[in-house]
């Protein structure tokens, strides 16, 4: 049974930053073959789920423009973790992130967390 955990949401002030984490159970992270990209999303009320940034097995990562520069992604497959880290936050990223991977075929998704920043 796959299980994501994300944590580090809060309220923070424009311009402030904030550590996410995304905590992977169920997956056999010591198989490589077995280690998935990771993803992290976000959604507001009323919209869509948006891509923020992925990372892949090998650490090779990819950011949606509007946070490019500002928000960079890592992953510590030691520790079955990633983690999204965001400064300069705007009012613009206040949203419900949400942690994803995807498992032959199958999408996984944590229960989410709440980032607000306060212009």
């Known amino acids: 049974q796959v299980q994501l955990v994300e944590s580090g949401g809060g309220l923070v002030q424009s311009g402030g930053s904030l550590r996410l984490s995304c905590a992977a159970s169920?997956?056999?992270?010591?198989?490589?073959?077995?280690?998935?990209?990771m993803r992290w999303y976000r959604q507001t009320p009323g919209k869509q789920r948006e891509l923020v940034a992925s990372?892949?097995?090998?650490?090779?990562?990819d950011y949606e423009d509007s946070v490019k520069g500002r928000f960079t992604i890592s992953r510590d497959n030691a520790e079955n973790t990633a983690y999204l880290q965001m400064n300069s936050l705007k009012s613009e990223d206040t949203a419900v992130y949400y942690c994803?991977?995807?498992?032959?075929?199958?999408?996984?998704w944590g229960q989410g967390t709440q980032v607000t920043v306060s212009s």
């Open positions: 169920g997956i056999d992270f010591s198989i490589r073959t077995s280690i998935p990209a």
């Open positions: 994803n991977v995807v498992l032959r075929g199958i999408w996984y």
């Open positions: 990372i892949t097995t090998d650490g090779t990562a």
